[in-house]
């Protein structure tokens, strides 16, 4: 009877520790349940300009919340906020603050008060996003209505000349279609959807907008191990200029970034109940050239980009 009982004890302990390094990664949301994040990234741009070395750090800031709303057998719809976004820029000592937390001035002669206004347009209004289970974004149902509204009277804006061009450019850019899906993305796609145990690897591949400049990134994700409900995750992206991609316009130059790459590494854990980020931690590195050219003008900029991330969910 006891060596009965030693045996069961050890066949239960088999599967436990094989439920234990078997796990599904998937989102499994609660319906109408809010889940909130912040995001801090800071970066730090070094280029040089005929032969003068500049500076541009910069910090950026986000809260975000999600809501699944409906769910299907290949998807879900989830209403998604960006509830606060700041962003403070240090160019060559000049400080650039943008918030949507202050209603701004359309009108301003100040670009700082023209963007934050169309920040705080557009944490004030939801996105409805169809996802599949793996956090990939397949569609933003309102995208053309949320860029309706946060742009509305951009005619009103009184700068001029170049700084005018490069501002509703910014504008334009940052309420696109692809630039709201990358937004998205980086709090919820890093899922395989479907069971995977440790030691396992699985692969995805977005094109994302950053900055205006449109980015192919492939990243490898490896299980290291499963503790409790928490998934041990570490990746690491391949970045790299979209083949073809189309050239940025500032001010009336063209700018070219096809000679970009970079690497990015990082470390993830998820809770293996809801699919969700419990905390992510990053840092990536990119060199290359842009290609300017203007009127009378054209020129090569060496370019290196360092940058570190945190993404955390709020209990």
């Not at 975000?64 to 209403?79: G, L, Q, R, Y």
């Not at 990939?136 to 700084?163: F, H, Q, R, W």
């Not at 790299?240 to 690497?263: F, H, Q, V, W």
Request: charged share 20%; aromatic share 6%.
């Amino acid at each position: 009877m006891k060596k009965l009982f030693l045996l069961s004890a050890v066949i239960l302990y088999f599967f436990t520790a094989a439920e234990q390094n078997n796990v599904s990664l998937e989102l499994k949301l609660e319906k109408n349940k809010v889940y909130r994040f912040t995001s801090l990234s800071e970066q730090s741009i070094i280029q040089t300009i005929n032969g003068n070395q500049q500076t541009i750090e910069s910090k950026v800031n986000y809260a975000f919340s999600m809501k699944m709303i409906d769910v299907a057998p290949e998807f879900m719809i989830t209403e998604v906020r960006f509830d606060t976004i700041i962003t403070n820029t240090n160019t060559m000592g000049k400080t650039i603050s943008m918030s949507s937390v202050k209603e701004g001035d359309i009108k301003s002669s100040e670009t700082s008060e023209v963007m934050s206004c169309i920040m705080n347009r557009l944490s004030k209004n939801s996105l409805y996003v169809k996802m599949d289970f793996t956090g990939k974004v397949l569609e933003i149902v309102n995208s053309k209505m949320l860029a309706d509204i946060v742009m509305n009277d951009t005619s009103a804006i009184t700068l001029s000349g170049p700084v005018a061009i490069g501002i509703k450019t910014q504008i334009a850019s940052m309420v696109s279609d692809k630039t709201l899906k990358t937004m998205v993305e980086m709090f919820t796609m890093h899922l395989p959807g479907k069971q995977v145990s440790a030691g396992d690897n699985w692969s995805t591949t977005v094109n994302t907008n950053s900055g205006g400049m449109s980015l192919d990134i492939i990243t490898d994700y490896h299980l290291n191990g499963i503790n409790g409900s928490n998934a041990d995750i570490s990746a690491e992206s391949k970045i790299k200029a979209s083949p073809n991609a189309e050239p940025m316009n500032s001010g009336g130059a063209k700018i070219t970034y096809d000679d970009l790459s970079g690497l990015s590494k990082s470390t993830l854990l998820i809770d293996t109940k809801t699919g969700l980020l419990i905390e992510d931690k990053g840092k990536s590195h990119i060199t290359g050239n842009l290609g300017l050219t203007m009127p009378g003008m054209s020129m090569q900029i060496p370019m290196e980009i360092t940058s570190t991330s945190k993404v955390s969910i709020l209990k």
